[in-house]
């Protein structure tokens, strides 16, 4: 099945940057899917198609992290990216175990936020599809 209009899950409790970061990528051919919190957003993943998962750390009844950890037990290939406004060593060395794709610092360039999802689309679906020349 060709993978046309991959869909991304933001999870984050700040409605301005759910909606920034739609801004973002749904010109770039993702439908976009919000979530204010990691239950809800683990609601979504069991009744949506997610391809992508991007999820903030600090949230409000279960962290980015938390949240990654309970996904894993049912979805483990979907690639997740997480969030976090107040990046450590310990914070990425956890999300590593948790089996994250990768953990953003924030504030984040627009440029490394599109950078790290085209990445693992391409890793994780193989998309967009590499045309043969």
């Not at 049912?74 to 107040?86: G, K, M, T, Y």
């Given at each position: 099945m060709k993978l046309e209009h991959p869909s991304l899950l933001i999870t984050d409790d700040d409605a301005a940057m759910r909606q920034t970061l739609c801004g973002l990528f749904e010109p770039r051919g993702f439908r976009t899917l919000t979530a204010g919190n990691g239950e809800e957003a683990l609601e979504i993943v069991e009744r949506e198609r997610i391809h992508l998962l991007l999820l903030d750390m600090h949230m409000p009844r279960l962290t980015?992290?938390?949240?990654?950890?309970?996904?894993?037990?049912?979805?483990?290939?979907?690639?997740?990216?997480?969030?976090?406004?107040?990046?450590?060593?310990?914070?990425?060395?956890?999300?590593?175990?948790?089996?994250?794709?990768?953990?953003?610092?924030?504030?984040?360039?627009?440029?490394?936020?599109?950078?790290?999802?085209?990445?693992?689309?391409?890793?994780?679906?193989?998309w967009p599809p590499t045309v043969a020349r």
């Open positions: 980015g992290l938390e949240t990654i950890r309970r996904v894993r037990q049912r979805h483990n290939r979907l690639p997740c990216i997480l969030l976090s406004a107040a990046l450590s060593d310990a914070l990425a060395e956890e999300a590593r175990r948790a089996d994250a794709f990768s953990v953003l610092a924030k504030p984040f360039r627009s440029a490394d936020i599109t950078s790290l999802v085209s990445r693992a689309m391409r890793q994780t679906y193989d």
